[in-house]
């Protein structure tokens, strides 16, 4: 009984540490430009397509994609803020909501017209490769996602903390005219607290792609994990998302585990109304300092 | 003052209601009708998203949620219990009243999009549930509406046009619903919990009361149109009824459209409704996407060239046509 509650545990933790890139993705556009991407899970999407057909056609290795996926997606996320998001910034929460809710039905649409609803999968060496310690088993796949993912965690982490650009970041998002005042360019800032948040969700998706399928509809998953986490966490708190998309991991895992498969949804869901309901403010304060 | 038939909008009001009723008797083409029917529908449930979207900008995406309500409540008394779905519409509604209250003290402790969000969640957790509980609503397989044949009373009918007239009564009284409530204190105080819920408080609006209490209208109105579309397709299942495009589309249409105002539901409905039936007959229905792509760039120019929806753009020109109208050249901005 023990074992089963730490290997979903362990399965829980592995998983979220995606979820967490997708979140941390969320709360960091959240906090800086102080709107809510809708798209973020479609990011992600495009993140495994681009590991996907990499892989189909030329060969490479997913999680060694990344180093494409990223950089590409970093470019998508500057030009939606220069070419979308930068017009709707004057404008009040109802158009903003729904220029990236459109963004988001708009891109599972076309990659629905493009490359169909069927399940993509790349088959890697260490897809179905895993080891024990004892009794516990990890699958390496995940593993190698885990740990890249909290890699990427700390080096956004470094770069927010230790990098003028970064500071200029965190600024703009504790006070933002306060920050424009100091001389600090809210465009620049903007475009790239955007090109990362994308880039984040670009390495999401090829970290996901030797053990999950890429579907058009793949980000639906993912988005509404991360919007739970990004609640829990506090918005706007980095660190928060981070703990949050973990917790949520477990969550889920625990659910699929002992209430049934399908209720892994049910618990997280629960999860976010049982916080509205007792600390509506998430469990964690501000943004990170 | 004039009666309202005699005033330029009621003239045009009669004359669309008219066209509205005349329409079916025009039209037997079964295809077009069930066009109609979903217009109809879709404007209805548009115009109870809007009373709380789009006057007081609590934009919730899981409307869904009573519309599923009201579908499942009517369905289980007529299949179990054998009642009307005359009489099951309306206790849908009063279930959805009751699921808006719980569900509402807990969103509208957020604001925006995480009100959004949180609605968006109660809608999947309702859709959860009842595909979880197949002993008591049947699971996720759904079941059949049984086929009484022609029976008025039991809101089965032969022929499309009684189901057109079913959804035009409903969108006329959303509207008319919504008219009294625009013209009324509550509508003036939705505006200002849209307009800014701090300051609406500051000057006494009780915001928490109000969002409440327009949650309960839009919920029971939204239960209805839940009713009457499983009864219209006699098929219920939580994917169906508790559909995330139910939430999408009534609050796509009203932006489109316009939201806060009257008519912003119905003419983005029939603007989306119209789109999405054009591209089903020229590429046919096998192209999944192509709808949402559509609606999506629809959108996407909407939000980017005119926010404030498309009405705006129809009462210009209207203006433009018959020159300024006289009622509005009176009104002068009171702070000059």
């Known amino acids: 009984m023990l074992e089963v509650l730490a290997q979903a545990v362990i399965n829980g933790l592995l998983i979220g540490g995606v979820y967490a890139l997708v979140s941390i993705g969320v709360t960091l556009i959240f906090g800086v430009v102080k709107i809510v991407n809708f798209a973020q899970g479609e990011f992600v999407m495009i993140g495994m397509y681009i590991s996907f057909f990499l892989a189909s056609s030329l060969g490479v290795d997913p999680v060694l994609s990344l180093l494409i996926s990223m950089p590409t997606l970093f470019a998508i996320g500057v030009l939606l803020q220069h070419f979308l998001i930068r017009r709707v910034l004057a404008l009040g929460d109802m158009p903003q909501i729904f220029l990236t809710f459109a963004l988001s039905l708009l891109l599972m649409n076309v990659a629905l017209l493009l490359f169909t609803a069927n399940y993509r999968t790349v088959q890697t060496a260490y897809s179905e490769m895993s080891f024990h310690i004892g009794p516990l088993y990890f699958a390496v796949a995940k593993l190698i996602a885990f740990v890249i993912a909290m890699l990427l965690s700390a080096i956004l982490y470094i770069f927010l903390h230790g990098t003028d650009l970064g500071k200029a970041m965190r600024a703009a998002a504790q006070n933002r005219e306060v920050a424009m005042l100091m001389g600090i360019n809210p465009d620049r800032v903007f475009s790239v607290a955007v090109g990362v948040a994308l880039a984040l969700a670009g390495a999401a998706g090829s970290l996901l792609m030797p053990f999950y399928p890429a579907y058009p509809l793949v980000g639906q998953v993912f988005v509404l994990m991360a919007f739970v986490a990004v609640v829990l966490g506090t918005l706007g708190n980095i660190t928060g998302a981070l703990i949050a998309s973990l917790m949520m991991g477990v969550a889920e895992s625990l659910g699929v585990q002992f209430v049934g498969a399908d209720s892994g949804l049910i618990v997280v869901f629960v999860m976010l109304l049982l916080t509205l309901a007792l600390r509506p403010n998430g469990l964690f304060g501000g943004w990170a300092r | ?336």
Not at chain 2, 55 to 65: I, M, P, T, W
Not at chain 2, 78 to 90: N, V, Y
Not at chain 2, 153 to 178: D, N, P, R
């Open chain 2, 1 to 336: 003052m004039k009666p309202a038939l005699l005033t330029r909008s009621g003239f045009w009001v009669a004359a669309l209601a008219t066209a509205a009723v005349v329409l079916p008797l025009v039209v037997s083409d079964s295809f077009a009708l069930d066009i109609f029917i979903r217009v109809l529908l879709f404007a209805f449930i548009g115009v109870a998203w809007n009373l709380m979207g789009g006057y007081a900008k609590q934009l919730s995406l899981g409307h869904a949620a009573y519309f599923g309500l009201g579908a499942y409540t009517s369905t289980i008394l007529l299949i179990r219990f054998g009642i009307s779905p005359w009489i099951g519409m309306f206790a849908g509604g009063v279930v959805a009243m009751l699921a808006s209250l719980p569900i509402g003290a807990l969103c509208f402790r957020l604001r925006g999009p995480y009100f959004a969000i949180a609605t968006i969640a109660t809608a999947q957790v309702l859709m959860l549930l009842f595909l979880k509980f197949r002993d008591f609503a049947w699971g996720a397989e759904g079941t059949t509406l049984p086929n009484l044949g022609d029976a008025p009373l039991m809101m089965q009918f032969e022929s499309k046009a009684a189901y057109y007239y079913v959804a035009l009564a409903l969108l006329a009284l959303g509207l008319a619903i919504t008219h009294r409530v625009e013209r009324s204190w509550m509508g003036f105080y939705l505006v200002a919990v849209g307009e800014d819920e701090d300051a609406a408080e500051a000057v006494g609006v009780d915001t928490t009361k109000i969002k409440r209490q327009i949650y309960l209208i839009s919920a029971f109105l939204t239960a209805l149109g839940g009713t009457f579309y499983v009864e219209y397709i006699y098929f219920i299942d939580p994917n169906t009824a508790f559909s995330f495009n139910v939430s999408v589309e009534v609050a796509l249409v009203s932006i489109v459209g316009g939201i806060g105002t009257l008519w912003g539901p119905v003419v983005g409905t029939v603007l989306l409704e119209a789109t999405s039936a054009l591209l089903q007959s020229w590429l046919g229905s096998g192209h999944s996407g192509v709808q949402l792509t559509v609606y999506s760039l629809i959108l996407v120019v909407v939000i980017l060239w005119r926010p404030s929806g498309l009405i705006g753009l129809f009462t210009e020109l209207y203006q433009r046509v018959t020159y300024a109208d006289p009622a509005r050249a009176k009104e002068v901005p009171l702070d000059g």
